[in-house]
T-cell receptor, first 113, second 113 residues
Framework: DVKVTQSSRYLVKRTGEKVFLECVQD?????MFWYRQDPGLGLRLIYF???????EKGDIPEGYSVSREKKERFSLILESASTNQTSMYLC????????????FGAGTRLSVL | QQQVKQSPQSLIVQKGGISIINCAYE??????FPWYQQFPGKGPALLIA?????SEKKEGRFTISFNKSAKQFSLHIMDSQPGDSATYFC????????????FGKGTLLTVNP
């Protein structure tokens, strides 16, 4: 089974802090994604990566950056956390040969106080 | 601009009944339409998917109906069970180099025993 692991299930941070959310996948997938999930808004794509050191902006990249130094790891960075970034963050990965099938982690619920 | 519109936002069905969730899209370049199922505390998981060359796809109690001319597709859950209670997301993507899935806002399904 594909496993996508997010390092924290719950995270509480202060406004202005730099926050790192980590995601690791164990299936050698080329593509990785970061979404945020908010009630009534569904899943919105923040950033995605189709190769090491490659990244592309999704629909809501403002206030976020990403890093992919190794194929299995994709990090989401909040440079200066704000209260409106309180949300559930979901990481996903997909295989290049079946790139429409995305496998999700369990999510990190981030609260910014 | 919301490219995939999903309804209803929530749905309550009795055990044994039929659950129907509808989605409509605008982008005629979309050529892959998956449904994801998300249980509380878990990430979404692919449930069933369809491509526009067929009008219906069935897997067990789950069926996708697709109407290309109307740009609509729907998920039908036959003989709904309490274990089907979850949030369901429709999504769409286009081919080529686009790795992105565009998600609907989700439907919270509750199946009463």
């Amino acid at each position: 089974d594909v496993k996508v692991t997010q390092s924290s299930r719950y995270l509480v941070k202060r406004t202005g802090e730099k926050v790192f959310l980590e995601c690791v996948q164990d299936m050698d997938h080329e593509n990785m994604f970061w979404y945020r999930q908010d009630p009534g808004l569904g899943l919105r794509l923040i950033y995605f990566s189709y190769d090491v050191k490659m990244k592309e902006k999704g629909d809501i990249p403002e206030g976020y950056s990403v890093s992919r130094e190794k194929k299995e790891r994709f990090s989401l960075i909040l440079e200066s956390a704000s209260t409106n970034q309180t949300s559930m963050y979901l990481c996903a990965s997909s295989f290049q040969g079946a790139r429409n099938i995305q496998y999700f982690g369990a999510g990190t619920r981030l609260s910014v106080l | 601009q919301q490219q995939v519109k999903q309804s209803p936002q929530s749905l309550i069905v009795q055990k044994g009944g039929i659950s129907i969730i509808n989605c409509a899209y605008e982008n005629t370049a979309f050529d892959y339409f998956p449904w994801y199922q998300q249980f509380p505390g878990k990430g979404p998981a692919l449930l069933i998917a369809i491509r526009p060359d067929v009008s219906e796809k069935k897997e067990g109690r789950f069926t996708i109906s697709f109407n290309k001319s109307a740009k609509q597709f729907s998920l039908h859950i036959m003989d709904s069970q309490p274990g089907d209670s979850a949030t369901y997301f429709c999504a769409a993507s286009s081919g080529g180099s686009n790795y992105k899935l565009t998600f609907g806002k989700g439907t919270l399904l509750t199946v009463n025993p």
